[in-house]
């Protein structure tokens, strides 16, 4: 299974962005799906997860109330809006597919190669 993250770049504090991970197949129809971050020099993180129907979500606790995780499975693509950016936002962000909701990246099988999100302060 192959996931295709897009959608990052450079954007000033307090702006927005919003990630797209598309998949080979129908995966997300019955897989969950994550997106994971990894910041220069520190390691990488749980961001936010959906599940398969899309009735359940789970977000970081840094990220909440900013970001919102979607799917459209007829487009077999996970959204990731991002905003009010901060700087330590900044890193590259993976989309992952589970067979279940979870923070743990050992429960992901899939992953994509990754996008990168700059913050400017």
């Known amino acids: 299974v192959q996931l295709q993250a897009s959608g990052g770049g450079l954007v000033q504090a307090g702006g927005s962005l919003r990630l797209s991970c598309t998949a080979g197949?129908?995966?997300?129809?019955?897989?969950?799906a994550g997106w994971f971050r990894q910041a220069p020099g520190k390691e990488r993180e749980f961001v936010a997860a959906?599940?398969?129907?899309?009735?359940?979500?789970d977000y970081a606790d840094s990220v909440k109330g900013r970001f919102t995780i979607s799917k459209d499975n007829a487009k077999n693509t996970v959204y990731l809006q991002m905003n009010s950016l901060k700087p330590e936002d900044t890193g590259i962000y993976y989309c992952?597919?589970?067979?279940?909701?979870?923070?743990?990246?050992?429960?992901?099988?899939?992953w994509g190669q990754g996008t990168e999100v700059t913050v400017s302060s």
């Open positions: 197949g129908r995966i997300f129809s019955t897989y969950a």
């Open positions: 992952a597919s589970s067979p279940g909701i979870g923070r743990v990246e050992a429960q992901y099988y899939y």
């Open positions: 959906i599940n398969w129907s899309g009735g359940s979500i």
